[in-house]
């Protein structure tokens, strides 16, 4: 639920509450990716993304979101050019399994 | 081809023959003069559905905000230069109260944008960066190339000389923003966008530049062939604005 909320919270921020509304929508309709299995088929959105705002700016949204996420959680983040979003999700679940 | 593209081609096709046909007629300023204002009344008409297609939050917001209100600042430019030339019957208004809102135009889209590309600055390339700051390096040079010489001999006033370089260094600034933006969302769905968005502010720039040197040099009047240049970045402006307001989205 809190990484739904980092995504939401972030698209809308950084591009706008429609295209957040709307990006949910389309995982739904195209890949049959329910609101809250959205975390774990990260790829799909990141895909759409890419698709839809290029390349660079989805990095850019992606890290922005694993950000929120990582202060939404209490945890450091730290930047590291080579991560993804499922990079960033899947380490902050291994430090919070510590 | 898509319908927007037949649509602007026509249309370019038209005003030019119309440009050249009305050229020894008295209706040459006037329907010049009103065919600008309907340009940039579409356009801001179009950046005003972009808005509303895109929501009113978001720093994409602020990107198409500003659009709007610059584009809307030139409409009334234009307007006012209509006015001035119709009206008051003022054959060239040079530099004039038009030029206000010519010049207030450029801040809301450079503000805009820039706090857009600002977020996203660390996606920007490197290659991406030097092909937008070598177009605006060029636009400098055309400037500087062509105004300097005129600029010294000519025996027009501070004012009008400081309005004849501003606008295309204006314009170059906003070329390379447009460009920026085009990198920013290269690869994705509304690159497509930008890229008539730069192609209509570059022909802007580079119809300020003949105009400067047209009123420097004096052969600049009322109707003159080269406000072609700018009408055709009106319809590139048009092309781009039209293809945000009905881009999905996401896909």
Redo the contacts between chains.
């Keep these: 639920m809190i990484l739904i909320e980092s995504i939401r919270e972030t698209i809308a921020q950084l591009l706008s509450p429609k295209v957040a509304e709307t990006l949910f929508e389309h995982l739904e309709k195209v890949y049959s990716i329910k609101k809250d299995e959205v975390p774990s088929r990260l790829d799909k959105l990141l895909l759409t993304l890419k698709t839809t705002f290029g390349s660079s700016s989805a990095q850019v949204v992606g890290k922005a979101i694993a950000r929120r996420f990582y202060s939404r959680l209490g945890l450091e983040f730290s930047d590291n050019p080579q991560r993804t979003l499922v990079g960033y999700v899947e380490n902050a679940k291994l430090t919070e399994q510590k | 081809m898509r319908i927007r593209y037949l649509v602007g081609i026509v249309v370019a096709v038209l005003v030019t023959v119309a440009y050249f046909w009305l050229q020894s007629s008295e209706l040459l300023g006037p329907a010049t003069d009103y065919v600008f204002v309907l340009a940039s009344g579409i356009c801001s008409i179009l950046a005003f559905l972009v808005i509303r297609h895109?929501?009113v939050?978001?720093?994409?917001?602020a990107v198409h905000l500003g659009l709007f209100l610059g584009i809307f600042l030139w409409f009334l430019g234009d307007t006012a230069w209509a006015i001035y030339e119709t009206v008051l019957q003022v054959e060239i208004p040079y530099p004039s109260f038009a030029d206000v809102f010519y010049l207030l135009g450029y801040i809301p889209i450079a503000v805009g944008i820039v706090q857009f590309l600002w977020?996203?600055r660390?996606?920007?390339?490197r290659q991406g960066a030097f092909v937008a700051l070598g177009i605006g390096l060029l636009f400098f040079g055309l400037t500087y190339a062509f105004l300097i010489g005129p600029l010294v001999v000519s025996t027009e006033d501070f004012l009008t000389k400081s309005y004849d370089v501003a606008y295309p260094v204006l314009d170059s600034m906003l070329v390379v923003l447009a460009i920026f933006m085009f990198?920013?969302?290269?690869?994705?769905?509304?690159?497509g966008a930008w890229v008539w968005v730069s192609l209509g502010l570059l022909l802007n720039a580079l119809a300020d530049i003949a105009f400067s040197l047209g009123s420097l040099q004096g052969w600049y009047y009322s109707g003159h062939p080269i406000e072609l240049i700018q009408f055709w970045g009106y319809i590139g402006l048009a092309l781009g604005l039209d293809e945000q307001r009905n881009a999905?989205?996401?896909?």
């Design positions: 895109w929501g939050r978001g720093k994409v917001a977020t996203f660390v996606g920007l390339k990198f920013v969302f290269r690869g994705g769905k509304m690159a999905p989205m996401v896909s």
